[in-house]
Every structure is written in C-alpha cells, then in structure tokens.
C-alpha cells in the first residue's frame, strides 16, 4: 500500500493499492456506468479484465479513500523515455476533492526518481474535464489520434516534460 495523502484534521487518507479480483468487478462496473468509457462504450466485462489483468511493466491500483473505493489508475512504464498514464479514473463522489491531483504528484513523483523524461496521458476530445485537468497540471497536447479507440472519435496525446 502507498500513502499519497496521510490522513490530517479534516481529510481521508488517499492511498492506491494492488487491485484485488472482488475490486477489479467493482470498478468495472462502476466505470462502464461513467463517461468516457460510457460514451465509447466499453463494457464492465471488458474493464474488469483491465483492472484485474497482471503485467510487470502495466501496474494497476485502486484509490481509496479511507476504506472506501474511490477509483483506480493504471500506468504503462517505460513508455517514449516515461511513463504512460494508461488509466485514472475517480469515481463521481469522490471527484474535485484533490484525488486526482495527489494521483499525479506521485506519477510525476515516482518517474522523476527513476529519471523519467516525459509524463505521457491521452483523454478523449470529448472529456473536456479530464483535457483541462491534465493541461492545468503541465500538460500540452501533443498530438491527435483519430480513430484510436473507436472510429470517429478522436483522442489527444498529452505530455510533460520533467
């Protein structure tokens, strides 16, 4: 387990840890209910096996809060001289309330100790939050992926440079 955020007066500890099989369904459920993946849409089968999948260079967490799940993120490593952010998703009541914020510290965090380069995340044209989230966090759209993931959408590459 991993303390992003220690419990203080007032706040829940934030921590990520491995995704148990009983948490992979959970999240995958909840997230298929959710934009983006909603829009795309990517059923809770197919999420479930995300979350629940095992690979040395693809870690995979879930966000508590406290005891309660709050969300997950997923990371490819070693990905054009960094990391990737594969997944970060919040579940609705547990957004705006500094999760995804402390989720980044730690990325950015961990890939500057191993010397990282660059910070890597796509978001979906449409997810306007999530673009605005990541560009008010560093960082710039690089460039375009039409028809990445489904055809007629178009998904944007985004970078920091560390």
């Known amino acids: 387990m991993m303390i992003l955020r220690p419990a203080t007066d007032g706040q829940t500890a934030i921590t990520l840890d491995v995704i148990t099989a009983e948490a992979a369904a959970t999240l995958g459920a909840r997230f298929a209910a ?3 993946w909603l829009s795309y849409p ?3 089968a197919a999420l479930t096996a995300y979350f629940g999948d095992k690979e040395a260079c693809a870690p995979r967490y ?3 809060s406290g005891d309660a799940i709050a969300g997950a993120v997923g990371l490819r490593q ?3 001289r960094g990391p990737y952010l594969q997944f970060l998703g919040l579940l609705p009541s547990y957004q705006s309330q500094g999760l995804g914020q402390s989720v980044l510290a730690w ?3 961990t890939a500057r ?3 990282e380069r660059n910070l890597w995340v796509a978001a979906s044209e449409f997810n306007t939050d999530g673009l605005r989230f990541y560009e008010g966090h560093g960082f710039s759209r690089v460039a375009l992926l039409d028809d990445l993931v489904r055809a007629g959408m178009t998904e944007i590459l985004l970078r920091k440079r560390l």
Request: aromatic content about 16%; overall charge negative.
């Open 34 to 36: 959710i934009d983006p």
């Open 42 to 44: 990517f059923p809770a």
């Open 62 to 64: 879930i966000i508590l």
């Open 78 to 80: 070693n990905w054009l």
């Open 107 to 109: 990325f950015e965090g």
């Open 113 to 115: 100790a191993r010397g």
